[in-house]
């Protein structure tokens, strides 16, 4: 049987089964042609340069992703929080804000946009992917459904959105997207049980090569959500378990890691733990964690952050750039980018400036945090509210 099989990693994983794999493994070392096929490069897509050139571009010195990929129902919730109505009006003038402040691509180098943003126009009739383009900014896009219930496990959640995808992307890179993201959860409190990390990990594993295959640069986030009192050691032990699954599955998928960026969450306490820990400890378990389990082929770590105040998590991001890195260690925040600029807009064509320059303070403050050279000196008492709600969605 071995004689009949096509020697690449991937027909190891995709034609056959166990007994197939063995075989393979046993021929294989008898043979010298054989064990020269069996260490093919990963599986190289039509897109596998310009891949590598996105991530990379994304992963730039002082550079981040301003992430406004809210659902719409997510989006009525910031337009609710100043009082507007969830109307597809509020959300492009919202929208539209974000992404025409001015010198913005000096410090954001992409943005995840949700589908309604990708197709729309500013109120001028300018495409929001040309806005982005002008000012240097990769556009992206969240392609995953969103969760739901996981039956059969501890009240924990999985993730939709295999079914269609490579048609859902190929559109997607028309429109101009030219990375995607796919955003699961796992929750410590409730386990996590060992088929809810394993379902969140292959599904970022199929995603991940699905996206890569139709020219985008999948973002990986599984998200270590802040729910619960535990310590920040709990956190580091989930979260090397979670990276360690999913890099199994990447590898499985045939993932071409120069060509991946990932989103993780922070290792930090429980929301509800007793005490709370600095900047310089969070940054000490984070990159230990990731260290373990993250190869130096991945170009970028972007941070999401989950709950955090802005300035915290800012402060996170320059403690985690104190020390030389072998991945650019940077920012994909949504809360951490938006609350002040909406707390300062209101909903008012007068606050737009106002709005514009609060983003713009954000996106440079966490620069300089990519960049380890920030201070929290100055910072407003907006910036330092957190923002954390128990059972978050997205
Ligand atoms: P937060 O920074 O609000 O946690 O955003 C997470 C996210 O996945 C946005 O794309």
New binding site residues.
């Given amino acids: 049987m071995a004689a009949t099989l096509k020697l690449t990693p991937t027909s190891q994983w995709v034609s056959g089964g166990a007994g197939r794999s063995s075989d393979f493994r046993r021929s294989s070392l008898r043979t010298p042609a054989r064990r020269s096929a069996a260490v093919t490069p990963i599986r190289a897509s039509a897109y596998s340069d310009e891949l590598v050139q996105t991530a990379k571009s994304i992963a730039s010195p002082g550079r981040g992703i301003l992430?406004i990929?809210e659902s719409n129902a997510t989006c009525g919730k910031r337009l609710a929080s100043i009082g507007l109505e969830n109307t597809e009006p509020n959300r492009q003038a919202y929208r539209q804000l974000l992404l025409t402040t001015p010198g913005l691509g000096e410090f954001i180098s992409g943005a995840?946009l949700f589908e309604e943003t990708l197709y729309q126009s500013t109120t001028d009739g300018k495409k929001m992917v040309d806005c982005l383009r002008d000012a240097k900014i990769m556009p992206g896009i969240k392609v995953d459904k969103g969760l739901v219930p996981l039956p059969g496990s501890n009240n924990e959640s999985w993730c939709q959105g295999l079914d269609g995808l490579a048609s859902r992307c190929a559109e997607y890179y028309k429109q101009g997207a030219r990375f995607a993201?796919w955003?699961t959860v796992v929750s410590i409190p409730c386990g996590p049980s060992a088929l809810a990390v394993k379902e969140a990990a292959w599904g970022l594993a199929r995603y991940a090569s699905i996206a890569q295959d139709n020219g985008l640069v999948p973002i990986v986030?599984p998200?270590i959500l802040l729910d619960g009192d535990h310590a920040i050691e709990r956190t580091f032990e989930v979260a090397q378990k979670v990276w360690a699954e999913v890099f199994f599955y990447l590898s499985q998928n045939n993932v071409l890691l120069e060509g991946t960026l990932l989103?993780p969450s922070m290792v930090t306490p429980g929301a509800d733990h007793k005490t709370k820990a600095s900047p310089e400890t969070i940054a000490k378990f984070t990159l230990n964690m990731l260290k373990r389990t993250v190869p130096p082929a991945v170009p970028g770590i972007m941070f999401?952050?989950?709950?955090q105040s802005e300035m915290e998590a800012t402060l996170n991001l320059n403690a985690m750039n104190q020390s030389l890195n072998p991945w650019h260690v940077s920012f994909?925040?949504?809360?951490?980018l938006q609350n002040s600029v909406l707390k300062t807009w209101q909903g008012r064509p007068e606050n737009l400036e106002a709005a514009q320059k609060a983003l713009l303070a954000r996106a440079k403050a966490n620069s300089l945090a990519q960049l380890g050279r920030y201070t929290s000196e100055g910072e407003s008492d907006e910036s330092k509210a957190g923002m954390f709600q128990k059972g978050y969605t997205?």
């Fill in positions: 992430a990929d995840i993201k955003r986030e998200e989103k999401l952050s989950g709950g994909s925040y949504a809360r951490a997205y």
